[in-house]
């Protein structure tokens, strides 16, 4: 009973404002998933061949006219495509938001699984409480990116690889194998799940029994093979199109910042502690962590493995804090062991410890929520006011330049391809095919071009030029 309110609870919260257009909080990188998805819809899926709105060299720094996108394996992309083209009852930023929030709610049922095996049923619907309920993961797992569907399968490749360690069925094994290779392709970084992977083997069979183990070390070798093979394919795949494969070494280290002061200060202080904590989250989370038994270690190791995943890709978990969505279930398991601990602890005053956790948990929620409620928030609403304009002028297969810093939100609301900045000199853009120029700042470039090109639209919130007509 409680998980079903708890479940249902996952669903309703993240309802909240599921038909906002696609410009709130991290729309930049929203909108080059959901491009994805809107060029399968208009021009069939290819898996092999992703392709997205923006022909620049901003992300690349080679030009890209095909629009080739590959980041990550567009699982996502091509189940977005099919509800939004065969069930056209919702748009299609709604329905990506929802696919989302069916991760979410999986993942959330996993994580009561996990909880359950490793600290007891109380303790699995408190991780799963925790993972439905913290107010940054409520909206990071509505959001149109890979990220929720990533985390979906990396842990139920952790529940089914529980299941084989304890039940030792290798058909159990193989589809966690499944699992793991589709969260890899859908995010590469969820390989440091493996951690506690290994940890349960070592923990239950030992390091030289496993290679002496003939029959054991034939099932492992399988299971790495089915993860491994198709990933490193994939990847070799996309050494032929560099066009589509973004700039992605800044996000391992690229300011040399792992480890400095101002790493520990964002990534503990900042994310952990204030935006995903509340700050007093620490409370029931330290106790989860503290909580440590050496046959029983599966969470902590799980946090091992999201440490040593924010400290190689440093630069982008200080950057952005969507990344740190990958953290949640682990966070969650933590938090759900610390409150398991102050709910049943005879070792402290009963009326003390229950009322410290729910003062926290309230505490909790309550900030986390002050500190993401802008999140959903349209900061400028001029970029889709404008976007709408230029579609009602634009043949559809015009291309556009849509300056807006490099970011493809405002290219995005156009709904046609082209340019999010001027990456080169307009006289070398119109002859690569551009034929409109949209602008929601008249900044020094829009004030030359105004003077060069007719003026189709023209208020104080923007200006459409027509780059194939010159002012005489």
């Not at 890209?64 to 509800?83: D, K």
């Amino acid at each position: 009973m409680l998980l079903c309110l708890i479940l249902l609870g996952t669903l309703a919260v993240r309802l909240y404002k599921i038909d906002t257009p696609l410009a709130d909080w991290h729309s930049w990188r929203q909108v080059d998933t959901a491009s994805v998805t809107r060029t399968y819809v208009e021009k069939g899926i290819n898996l092999l061949y992703p392709r997205y709105q923006d022909v620049s060299s901003i992300q690349t720094g080679i030009n890209n006219p095909e629009g080739y996108r590959f980041v990550e394996f567009p699982i996502y992309n091509a189940l977005h495509a099919l509800l939004v083209k065969y069930i056209p009852v919702f748009s299609l930023e709604v329905w990506g938001r929802l696919l989302s929030v069916a991760c979410s709610l999986i993942t959330t049922y996993l994580v009561y699984l996990l909880g359950k095996r490793f600290i007891g049923r109380l303790g699995g619907l408190f991780a799963a409480f925790f993972f439905a309920f913290i107010p940054y993961n409520i909206f990071f797992s509505r959001v149109i990116l890979p990220e929720p569907m990533a985390t979906m399968f990396g842990v139920l490749a952790l529940w089914l690889f529980v299941g084989f360690i304890d039940k030792d069925k290798v058909i159990v094994l193989y589809l966690s194998a499944v699992a793991f290779l589709l969260s890899l392709l859908v995010k590469p970084f969820t390989i440091f799940y493996a951690v506690p992977m290994i940890y349960l083997l070592i923990n239950k069979y030992g390091v030289k029994p496993i290679f002496k183990n003939g029959r054991l070390f034939i099932k492992l070798l399988v299971f790495t093979n089915i993860i491994l093979v198709p990933f490193l394919l994939w990847r070799y795949w996309l050494t032929f199109y560099p066009s589509g494969v973004p700039f992605y070494g800044w996000a391992f280290n690229g300011d040399h910042i792992r480890f400095r002061p101002a790493f520990w200060r964002w990534i503990f202080g900042d994310r952990l502690g204030r935006l995903i904590l509340g700050f007093w989250g620490l409370i029931p989370f330290s106790l989860g962590v503290a909580k440590f038994e050496k046959k029983n270690a599966f969470i902590q190791y799980f946090l091992l493995g999201i440490f040593l995943y924010v400290s190689v890709v440093a630069t982008a978990n200080v950057r952005h804090d969507y990344y740190q969505t990958l953290a949640i279930p682990a966070i969650a398991l933590a938090l759900g062991a610390g409150a398991n601990f102050l709910l049943t602890t005879k070792e402290l005053s009963r009326r003390l410890s229950r009322g410290l956790l729910i003062f926290s948990i309230g505490m909790m929620l309550g900030m986390g929520w002050y500190q993401v409620r802008d999140y959903y928030n349209i900061n400028h609403p001029e970029i889709i006011e404008a976007g709408a304009a230029l579609d009602k002028i634009a043949p559809k297969d015009a291309l556009v330049v849509a300056p807006y810093s490099g970011d493809t939100a405002f290219l995005y609301q156009t709904k046609r391809w082209g340019w999010p900045a001027v990456d080169s000199n307009i006289d070398d853009i119109i002859a690569r095919g551009a034929d409109y120029y949209v602008s929601v700042n008249y900044d020094n470039d829009t004030n030359l071009f105004m003077r060069r090109f007719k003026a189709l639209v023209r208020n104080p919130k923007y200006v459409i030029l027509d780059l194939h007509e010159g002012i005489k």
